[in-house]
Structures are given as structure tokens and as C-alpha cells.
């Protein structure tokens, strides 16, 4: 680290121990070799004393605006399989129309009330738990993802609030917290999320983008996770249905 800051190892361990305070430029050389997420480097940054560095303006700011036209862009051609977009904590943020009519199909979501959440979603034996095809598999394979896509590897205090709500539903499993196999067909590429819908086996498997440079807190925090169907039987079905 000292070599990527471009100060000595004697100066970073006073740094370290409280003994020298950095300047901002070394307190920024530091965030960067350690990979901090943008929200946290503007606290490390207040803590220090110095003023926040990176936007943290909401995702439909008016700043980001050239990003939210490419988020409707993708939402729109995705169609007519479910796309959404999420914040850093699953909260859904936006959907293409497809989204709502597949989910609204197997439950009602008028009746789900505040913020939607994809973890709740599926974790709820009241959502979409019942439907979901060898559900302790997709779940513990959902729990993984939450450590392994979590920014910077952080584990904030909500994204821990939001682990320890997923472990208070029945049948979580403590140990689903190490990060070992899942135990899905090690013949696939990925892990495949089937949902069963009128006597009928649908697969698919979902694809994550995210912004290649963010320079502002939302910017870095938005992703969109969009599905495709994992076979062709699930994919002829799909478009029948979504058309019918």
C-alpha cells in the first residue's frame, strides 16, 4: 500500500496508529489501493475532517441523466423478459413492463406494500418462495451473491440488516452464510432459477450490469439484473405467454 500511496511504510504506520494525520491527497491515494466504495470514502473523508468527495445525489438526479436514459434503454429492449433495476440493497428502482406481469402472474404484488425488495421477494414464503423451483438451492445461491456483489466487498450496517432479515425466514440456514459450493449441476454454466407455472418447468438465469466508471455515489450503487430464459422449451413458452 505504501508503494501505491507513494509514501513511506514508517509514515503509513504512523497514519495508522493515530500518530500523523494524513493529507488529503494521501487520505485519497489510500481509499483508492484499498478499493473503498465511493459512500464510504466520503465518511472516511468527513472523519478526517475534509469535505465529502463524491456526489451522492439519487439515481433519477438530474445529474444523471445520461445514465438514466441507457437504464430505460436497456429496460425497454429487454422486453419481454423481466429487467430491473436495484440499489446496492435489492430494492427495485425501476422495471421494464415484462417485470410486473411475470411476477404479478404467480402472486399479487399490489398487495406487497412499501419498497420492493428482489431478496424479500423470493425469501418470503408469502411472495414468490412457493414457486420457486428447488428454492434452498436458489436461496443459498442468493445469499452468496450478497456477500460476493456487495460494493467494494463492504458489508454496511443495512446490508447486514438485510442478511439478518433473509436468516429470520423459515428454513434459512445459518450455515449458508460460508461461501462454499452450492451444490447446483456442475454441468452448467450458472445456476439456473426454475419457477413452476401452470404444470410447466421455466428456467432462466439473470445477467448483471453495472456502470464501468462511476464517479458519483448512485452511479456505483445501480445495477440492473435482467433475466433470460436458460433453455428453448422455457423460452417458446415465455414469449407465448407474455404475448397472449
Same mark, same amino acid.
Not at 466504495?37 to 463524491?54: D, K, T
Not at 445529474?63 to 430494492?91: K, S
Given at each position: 500500500?505504501?508503494?501505491?500511496?507513494?509514501?513511506?511504510?514508517?509514515?503509513?504506520?504512523?497514519?495508522?496508529? %493515530?500518530?500523523?494525520?494524513?493529507?488529503?491527497?494521501?487520505?485519497?491515494?489510500?481509499?483508492?489501493?484499498?478499493? &473503498?466504495?465511493?459512500?464510504?470514502?466520503?465518511?472516511?473523508?468527513?472523519?478526517?475532517?475534509?469535505?465529502?468527495?463524491?456526489?451522492?445525489?439519487?439515481?433519477?438526479?438530474?445529474?444523471?441523466?445520461?445514465?438514466?436514459?441507457?437504464?430505460?434503454?436497456?429496460?425497454?429492449?429487454? =422486453?419481454?423478459?423481466?429487467?430491473?433495476?436495484?440499489?446496492?440493497?435489492?430494492?427495485?428502482?425501476?422495471?421494464?413492463?415484462? @417485470?410486473?406481469?411475470?411476477?404479478?402472474?404467480?402472486? =399479487?404484488?399490489?398487495?406487497?406494500?412499501?419498497?420492493?425488495?428482489?431478496?424479500?421477494?423470493?425469501?418470503?414464503?408469502?411472495?414468490?418462495?412457493?414457486?420457486?423451483?428447488?428454492?434452498?438451492?436458489?436461496?443459498?445461491?442468493?445469499?452468496?451473491?450478497?456477500?460476493?456483489?456487495?460494493?467494494?466487498?463492504?458489508?454496511?450496517?443495512?446490508?447486514?440488516?438485510?442478511? =439478518?432479515?433473509?436468516?429470520?425466514?423459515?428454513?434459512? =440456514?445459518?450455515?449458508?452464510?460460508?461461501? %462454499?459450493?452450492?451444490?447446483?449441476?456442475?454441468?452448467?454454466?450458472?445456476?439456473?432459477?426454475?419457477?413452476?407455472?401452470?404444470?410447466?418447468?421455466?428456467?432462466?438465469?439473470?445477467?448483471?450490469?453495472?456502470?464501468?466508471?462511476?464517479?458519483?455515489?448512485?452511479?456505483?450503487?445501480?445495477?440492473?439484473? @435482467?433475466?433470460?430464459?436458460?433453455?428453448?422449451?422455457?423460452? &417458446?413458452?415465455?414469449?407465448?405467454?407474455?404475448?397472449?
Amino acid at each position: 500500500m505504501a508503494l501505491d500511496v507513494d509514501i513511506s511504510q514508517r509514515h503509513l504506520s504512523f497514519i495508522e496508529s %493515530g500518530r500523523s494525520a494524513p493529507s488529503r491527497q494521501t487520505l485519497t491515494g489510500i481509499v483508492q489501493s484499498l478499493d &473503498v466504495p465511493l459512500r464510504e470514502r466520503n465518511v472516511i473523508f468527513l472523519a478526517a475532517g475534509f469535505a465529502p468527495v463524491y456526489s451522492e445525489a439519487p439515481w433519477n438526479a438530474t445529474e444523471m441523466q445520461g445514465i438514466t436514459r441507457a437504464l430505460d434503454r436497456m429496460l425497454r429492449q429487454h =422486453d419481454p423478459f423481466p429487467a430491473i433495476v436495484m440499489d446496492r440493497y435489492w430494492n427495485v428502482l425501476a422495471s421494464n413492463d415484462s @417485470s410486473p406481469r411475470f411476477f404479478g402472474s404467480f402472486i =399479487d404484488m399490489a398487495a406487497r406494500t412499501g419498497p420492493r425488495n428482489m431478496l424479500h421477494l423470493i425469501f418470503d414464503p408469502a411472495g414468490m418462495r412457493p414457486f420457486v423451483v428447488d428454492w434452498e438451492t436458489v436461496a443459498r445461491s442468493l445469499i452468496q451473491r450478497v456477500y460476493r456483489e456487495a460494493v467494494g466487498r463492504v458489508l454496511d450496517e443495512n446490508t447486514q440488516a438485510l442478511l =439478518d432479515e433473509l436468516f429470520a425466514y423459515p428454513g434459512v =440456514d445459518a450455515s449458508w452464510r460460508l461461501h %462454499g459450493s452450492v451444490g447446483s449441476d456442475p454441468n452448467l454454466p450458472m445456476i439456473p432459477m426454475g419457477f413452476n407455472k401452470d404444470g410447466k418447468v421455466l428456467s432462466y438465469f439473470s445477467m448483471v450490469t453495472s456502470v464501468g466508471a462511476p464517479q458519483s455515489v448512485a452511479a456505483q450503487e445501480l445495477r440492473i439484473e @435482467s433475466m433470460f430464459p436458460a433453455d428453448e422449451e422455457t423460452e &417458446v413458452f415465455h414469449e407465448k405467454w407474455m404475448s397472449a
